[in-house]
């Protein structure tokens, strides 16, 4: 079982707590601890909202936006799903991919996602990004540069989840894996009507997020934060350039006002203020339970042979 990090640290500040206590695990054999410490205690805020534009992200894909849309999920339930992928993916980061809580979060991933004729590739691109978003966007709005002992164990990590999902050919480094993602946006990343609904359709969960008033600005700020290539494949115009600046800006104030905080004492990965699917999860809540329902009503060739069969 992976060893729980140690005790929180005490009344006094000391803001490089666990940084040093990163410092002290080997990320090969330690990975699990190093990426709780850093997702659940360092970077939560970040890692959410990095996670949030990788899944996102991958709605550039038209293969992958055709099987949501298809599916319906995203027009029905699009708030279930954020919360069903978030919770499960983060009791897999707080308990580890072979705790029992990880282990019944994977058999609910799978269970779903062995429904659908998904590409290997397509099934490859979504681990990258949950490798790299988080990464990328702590290099740009951090409070501190992810170590190269973090970045390692999100690799390993994902790796461990992808295997458990039978993803085959994971590169065994992040520069090949990296190398992967870019070339398989290049190759894919292109406008559909599917991607247009899917993305539309995800923003509108995001702006429930907030009052109504402020819904205009929530949808000019999410679109402030995608790069061209994912404007051109969801159609989306972009945000006025000045409020790419005050976007960008103020995450950068964000992260200098955090350099000031205590360090956390209690993870965030089993307390999502967001959800708003499961009241009180985890108290309550099986995670058997999460996920979305058999499909009705989609095209069977959407469908593995055995899933159609059964």
């Given at each position: 079982?992976?060893?729980?990090?140690?005790?929180?640290p005490?009344?006094?500040r000391?803001?490089?707590?666990?940084?040093?206590?990163?410092?002290?695990?080997?990320?090969?054999?330690?990975?699990h601890?190093?990426?709780?410490i850093?997702?659940g205690?360092?970077f939560?805020?970040?890692?959410?909202?990095?996670l949030?534009?990788?899944?996102?992200?991958t709605?550039?894909v038209p293969?992958?936006?055709?099987?949501l849309?298809?599916?319906?999920?995203f027009?029905?339930?699009?708030?279930?799903?954020?919360d069903d992928?978030?919770?499960?993916?983060?009791?897999?980061v707080?308990h580890?991919?072979d705790?029992?809580?990880g282990?019944?979060?994977?058999?609910?991933?799978?269970?779903?996602?062995?429904?659908?004729?998904?590409?290997?590739?397509?099934?490859?691109?979504?681990?990258?990004?949950?490798?790299?978003?988080?990464?990328?966007w702590?290099a740009?709005?951090?409070?501190?540069?992810?170590?190269a002992?973090?970045?390692?164990?999100?690799?390993?990590?994902y790796?461990?989840?992808?295997?458990?999902?039978?993803i085959?050919?994971i590169?065994?480094?992040?520069?090949?894996?990296?190398?992967?993602?870019?070339?398989?946006?290049?190759e894919?990343?292109r406008y559909?009507d599917?991607?247009?609904?899917?993305?539309?359709a995800?923003l509108d969960?995001?702006?429930?997020w907030?009052?109504?008033?402020?819904?205009?600005?929530?949808?000019?700020?999410v679109?402030?934060?995608?790069d061209?290539?994912?404007?051109?494949?969801?159609?989306?115009?972009?945000?006025?350039?000045?409020?790419?600046k005050?976007?960008?800006t103020?995450?950068?104030v964000?992260?200098?006002?955090?350099?000031q905080?205590?360090?956390?004492?209690?993870?965030?990965?089993?307390?999502?203020?967001r959800?708003?699917t499961y009241p009180?999860?985890?108290?309550?809540?099986?995670?058997?339970?999460?996920g979305a329902?058999?499909p009705?009503?989609?095209?069977?060739?959407?469908?593995?042979?055995?899933?159609?069969s059964?």
């Amino acid at each position: 079982m992976p060893r729980p990090p140690l005790a929180p640290p005490g009344p006094r500040r000391d803001r490089l707590h666990w940084l040093r206590r990163i410092a002290q695990l080997d990320p090969e054999t330690d990975f699990h601890e190093i990426y709780r410490i850093s997702a659940g205690y360092e970077f939560p805020w970040d890692y959410t909202r990095a996670l949030e534009l990788a899944l996102y992200r991958t709605y550039c894909v038209p293969s992958i936006s055709a099987l949501l849309d298809a599916t319906g999920e995203f027009g029905r339930r699009g708030q279930k799903r954020y919360d069903d992928t978030s919770l499960l993916m983060g009791e897999m980061v707080e308990h580890g991919v072979d705790s029992d809580r990880g282990r019944a979060s994977l058999r609910t991933v799978n269970r779903m996602h062995n429904r659908y004729a998904i590409s290997n590739g397509d099934m490859l691109y979504v681990l990258s990004t949950f490798v790299f978003e988080p990464i990328d966007w702590i290099a740009r709005y951090g409070w501190r540069p992810l170590t190269a002992a973090e970045r390692e164990a999100a690799l390993r990590h994902y790796t461990e989840v992808g295997r458990r999902m039978n993803i085959r050919d994971i590169p065994a480094d992040l520069d090949s894996f990296r190398e992967f993602k870019t070339g398989y946006e290049r190759e894919h990343f292109r406008y559909t009507d599917t991607n247009a609904r899917v993305g539309r359709a995800t923003l509108d969960v995001f702006r429930a997020w907030f009052p109504a008033p402020l819904r205009p600005a929530a949808d000019s700020g999410v679109r402030a934060l995608l790069d061209d290539p994912m404007l051109e494949a969801f159609g989306f115009a972009p945000a006025p350039r000045w409020l790419g600046k005050v976007v960008r800006t103020a995450l950068r104030v964000r992260a200098r006002v955090v350099t000031q905080l205590p360090p956390r004492r209690v993870s965030r990965l089993s307390a999502d203020r967001r959800n708003r699917t499961y009241p009180g999860y985890p108290d309550g809540y099986a995670v058997e339970d999460m996920g979305a329902p058999e499909p009705t009503g989609i095209d069977p060739a959407w469908l593995r042979a055995s899933a159609s069969s059964a």
